[in-house]
């Protein structure tokens, strides 16, 4: 148990849908980011929020809308993905300090997303 | 254009003997090094890490050997066990300037397997 808790675990969703995940830290951070994983490729980072405000969007595609309403909470709202949006999507949080690197980042499971 | 390489892909090695895993970055502006474990089903966790002031981190049987003239660092897993097959990946960190969040760059993950 790191401390990040994803749900759903698992979902399957047609390319006309709607759906969300959700991302809750329990440690305290004020950091937190989604990260797409997929087969063959490198962690890549999609977004970041500090102190809820968005700091990074990097070049993701407007199907894919983040919300963080709190330094707890953290959505990932999709809609029209592609089948190729099929991956594992992982967040992850930290206690951020000011020009100082080192800080943990520290993941959840993961949402196992298939796109059909 | 990834900034961090990593190899082998993947790796076989028997019980008892050393798992090497090598990275290679280009970004003079990294400054921290850590290295991710990921068993299937899980989220990325942080298993050791390295400022790029020192050359060498050891952790129990793991240890992390940082070349800063050549831009490369490596993973040693010494006595290697069963219990250590998992995907590693390499990481390098960079600060976000005020905002007090940090930026991974992972590299692909090596893909380690350790037989009895």
């Known amino acids: 148990e790191t401390g990040v808790t994803q749900t759903p675990r698992h979902l399957v969703m047609g390319m006309t849908n709607k759906k969300s995940l959700k991302c809750e830290q329990h440690?305290?951070?004020?950091?937190m980011y989604w990260y797409k994983q997929s087969a063959k490729k490198p962690l890549e980072l999609m977004f970041v929020?500090?102190?809820?405000?968005?700091?990074e969007n990097n070049s993701v595609p407007s199907r894919f809308s983040p919300e963080c309403p709190n330094s707890s909470h953290l959505f990932l709202h999709l809609h029209t993905l592609q089948p190729e949006d099929s991956a594992l999507y992982l967040c992850?949080?930290?206690?951020?300090?000011?020009?100082?690197?080192?800080?943990?980042?520290?993941f959840g499971e993961g949402s196992w997303l298939t796109v059909v | 254009q990834q900034q961090v390489k990593q190899s082998p892909q993947s790796l076989i090695v028997q019980k008892g003997g050393i798992s090497i895993i090598n990275c290679a970055y280009e970004?003079?502006?990294?400054?921290?090094f850590p290295w991710y474990q990921q068993f299937p089903g899980k989220g990325p966790a942080l298993l050791i890490a390295?400022?790029?002031?020192?050359s060498e981190k050891k952790e129990g049987r793991f240890t992390i050997s940082f070349n800063k003239s050549a831009k490369q660092f490596s993973l040693h897993i010494m006595d290697s066990q069963p219990g250590d097959s998992a995907t590693y990946f390499c990481?390098?960190?960079?600060?976000?300037?005020?905002?007090?969040?940090?930026?991974?760059?992972f590299g692909k993950g090596t893909k380690l397997s350790v037989i009895p």
């Open positions: 992850a949080s930290s206690q951020g300090g000011r020009g100082y690197s080192g800080n943990t980042i520290y």
């Open positions: 390295i400022r790029p002031d020192v």
């Open positions: 440690l305290g951070h004020n950091a």
């Open positions: 970004n003079t502006a990294f400054d921290y």
């Open positions: 929020y500090s102190l809820e405000e968005r700091v």
């Open positions: 990481a390098a960190e960079t600060p976000y300037s005020g905002a007090g969040s940090y930026q991974l760059t």
